[in-house]
C-alpha cells in the first residue's frame, strides 16, 4: 500500500519555465508534508515543507501548494535553471517524525 | 552545523561477515533514522531512535542491529548479510520538541553496502 505516490517518473522542462511536480497521498494522519532533492550517490537535501493545515508556503523558486480534500500536493519551481535537474521526492511526515516518500520524479531542465 | 556524517562511505563485505555503519549529527537533535534505498527507488524507513530509545523498526530482519550509544551517536551493525541487502544506507535526524520551527529531517551521503 503506497501511502505517497508520484506518478510521473520524469518530467522534461525549458530553462525559464515552470516545472510542476505533483504528489498524491493516502494517510490522513501526515502532519507535514516535505519535498526533497536527491542527487544519484547523494542523500536526500530538504527543499520546502507544508503543515497539513495550510493550502501554500513559498520560499523563493520554490512553492509547494496541498489540496487536503484531494490529497494532492505539489512543487512548482519558477523560473527552472539547469541546476535544479535532479531526483525529487515528495515525503508525508509521521508522527515520530520519519517520512514516508514517494516513488520520485527525475526532473530534467534543458538549456 | 547542519552535517549528518556517516562512515564508511563505502563498504563491501561477505555473507559471512560482521561490520557496523556509523553515523553523527551535533545539532541536538533527538530523533535519529535508518533509511534504505535501492536503486530507482525510494528510501524506506528501517528505525527510529526517540531520545536514544528505540520506537519504531519497520519490521527489519534481525541481521539488522541498530544501537543508539548517546544523542549524537547511531549505529546499525549488520551480521549474515545477504546480496540483496546491497544498498544506499541513508541515516538521518530531526529535532522532536513540538516547539521547534524546524520541520525537516537532514540527511547523510549515505553508505554504499554491496553484499558478495
Known amino acids: 500500500d503506497q501511502q505517497v505516490k508520484q506518478n510521473s517518473p520524469s518530467l522534461s522542462v525549458q530553462e525559464g519555465r515552470i516545472s510542476i511536480l505533483n504528489c498524491d497521498y493516502t494517510n490522513s494522519m501526515f502532519d507535514y508534508f516535505l519535498w526533497y532533492k536527491k542527487y544519484p550517490a547523494e542523500g536526500p537535501t530538504f527543499l520546502i515543507s507544508i503543515s497539513s493545515i495550510k493550502d501554500k508556503n513559498e520560499d523563493g523558486r520554490f512553492t509547494v501548494f496541498l489540496n487536503k480534500s484531494a490529497k494532492h500536493l505539489s512543487l512548482h519551481i519558477v523560473p527552472s535553471q539547469p541546476g535544479d535537474s535532479a531526483v525529487y521526492f515528495c515525503a508525508g511526515r509521521g508522527s515520530a517524525r520519519q517520512l514516508t516518500f514517494g516513488s520520485g520524479t527525475q526532473l530534467t531542465v534543458l538549456p | ?116
Open chain 2, 1 to 116: 552545523d547542519t552535517e549528518v556524517t556517516q562512515t564508511p562511505k563505502h563498504l563491501v563485505m561477505g555473507m559471512t561477515n560482521k561490520k557496523s555503519l556509523k553515523c553523527e549529527q551535533h545539532m541536538g537533535h533527538r530523533a535519529m533514522y535508518w533509511y534504505k534505498q535501492k536503486a530507482k527507488k525510494p528510501p524506506e524507513l528501517m528505525f527510529v531512535y526517540s531520545y536514544e530509545k528505540l520506537s519504531i523498526n519497520e519490521s527489519v530482519p534481525s541481521r539488522f542491529s541498530p544501537e543508539c550509544p548517546n544523542s549524537s551517536l547511531l549505529n546499525l551493525h549488520l551480521h549474515a548479510l545477504q546480496p540483496e541487502d546491497s544498498a544506499l544506507y541513508l541515516c538521518a535526524s530531526s529535532q522532536l520538541e513540538a516547539w521547534t520551527m524546524g520541520t525537516e529531517a537532514f540527511f547523510g551521503q549515505g553508505t554504499r553496502l554491496t553484499v558478495v
